[in-house]
């Protein structure tokens, strides 16, 4: 198939070039051309998030990758020519290169190549605004570019500007592995302070007994317009990939004054690279030790299904198998009545909600409540006010239950109170 030309966009007076990006896909084994394209699309956005153009595509059918250039010869030929016509500035491969394929492709089209893996890391780069989500992205990139340091002079001297450039910077990675893997131990244990003292945060919250809900989901599904709607937050929302990496915890609280702890976390996609997946562990970790997860899934995405096969292949990897897991399908107000119904029969005990316009928002309060067993049953408890035990036990009935009746009788505290049923052996005896 020849390379697909398309139209660039002309910059501006006094507003900065945007990069000419070239984006090429293989059709390998048993992989279906629409699955191909589509991922092609997805790899688009994000070539746009990181600051480029699109003006050509390139897609090969082929039983395999070629392990020298990963595209055939031919087409390969192709690409130089069809890049030097289109004035391409960055050539984009939809799947992860070996150090090797990355270097004969580069020499071969004449121009700076990247793979998906690499624009990934790119945008996080670009996105990270805390010392921890920068310590993060640090480490996956200078995992990423450690085996690559062999015969990479080429590469690396180019560093300085444009997509696939950004990160750990020039000064660290014109050096020697040694060196390298230095920083890389510093910044883990920089990271592991982070996990420790999240760890404590966890315990805090846990001895408060207040549950904790985290968003899960695709890039772009809607987590943060939910998140804010459920909190009445103002956190960045947007429709460009990748907006939220650090956690965001906020509180909310339900009509009847109980309260729940919520947790916006950074959006997943297909092929999330494994360094970035290891270096966020202490972030994901807020997933893991969660009480719940809401599993956030754009309902008028066309290839739904692959990318919630994606959360789910990461939850795996970070250890949230078990992890209870509620299915909400979000910008359900972007379907028609026939799309929702045939939803609903495919999926009965789904949830069909709309962060934008509020649809569907008290049922899905009202199932987390449910599934938190936040429900409350109403017992009568007994105290001997000489214990400080007890003592304690009555100030957390106060905190975290509606008291109906306060009565002291021979020398005994009776408390008749409705309790969370999560929290009934906690709290003291029936």
Do not use: W
């Not at 982070?194 to 985290?214: C, G, I, L």
């Not at 789910?312 to 250890?319: A, C």
């Amino acid at each position: 198939m020849a390379g697909q030309r398309l139209p660039g966009t002309s910059g501006r007076p006094g507003v900065a070039r945007r990069e000419r990006a070239a984006l090429v896909g293989l059709i390998a084994g048993r992989a279906r051309r629409l699955d191909a394209d589509r991922s092609l699309d997805e790899l688009a956005g994000l070539a746009q998030a990181a600051g480029g153009d699109i003006v050509l595509r390139v897609l090969q059918e082929r039983p395999k990758p070629d392990p020298s250039t990963f595209l055939g010869a031919g087409k390969i030929q192709m690409l130089a020519a069809s890049a030097a016509e289109t004035d391409v500035d960055v050539v984009i491969f939809d799947n992860e290169l070996t150090p090797a394929q990355l270097r004969q492709v580069e020499e071969k089209v004449g121009r700076k190549v990247v793979d998906r893996t690499q624009l990934i890391l790119d945008i996080f780069a670009r996105r990270a605004r805390t010392r921890e989500g920068k310590l993060q992205v640090e480490l996956a990139q200078l995992k990423y570019l450690l085996p690559r340091l062999v015969g990479a002079s080429t590469a690396l001297s180019r560093l300085g500007g444009g997509i696939g450039t950004r990160g750990p910077g020039e000064t660290k990675l014109e050096t020697d592995r040694r060196r390298i893997r230095t920083r890389i131990h510093a910044v883990s244990e920089d990271i592991e302070h982070v996990r420790k003292r999240r760890a404590q945060s966890r315990e805090r919250r846990h001895k408060a007994s207040v549950p904790t809900v985290a968003l899960v989901g695709y890039t772009n599904a809607g987590k943060t317009t939910l998140f804010n709607v459920l909190t009445r937050a103002d956190a960045e929302a947007s429709d460009a990939l990748f907006v939220t990496l650090d956690p965001l915890i906020r509180p909310v609280r339900l009509p009847d004054s109980r309260e729940l702890l919520v947790a916006d976390t950074v959006g997943f996609i297909d092929r999330l690279p494994h360094a970035l997946v290891a270096a966020f562990r202490a972030t994901l970790e807020e997933t893991v030790d969660a009480d719940l997860a809401l599993h956030i899934i754009d309902a008028a995405a066309p290839d739904r299904d692959r990318r919630m096969s994606a959360v789910r292949q990461v939850l795996e990897e970070v250890g949230a198998v078990n992890l209870p897991l509620l299915d909400v399908y979000n910008k359900c107000d972007a379907l028609t009545f026939d799309e929702r119904r045939r939803l609903q029969d495919q999926d009965p005990s789904a949830l069909c909600v709309s962060a934008l316009n509020g649809q569907g928002i008290d049922e899905l309060v009202e199932t987390m409540t449910s599934r938190l067993a936040l429900d409350v049953q109403r017992v009568t408890l007994t105290f001997d006010p000489d214990s400080a035990s007890d003592r304690d036990r009555i100030a957390r009935v106060y905190r975290h239950a509606r008291v109906a009746l306060h009565e002291t009788r021979d020398g005994q505290v009776s408390i008749v109170a409705d309790v969370p049923r999560r929290l009934l052996g906690r709290l003291g005896h029936v």
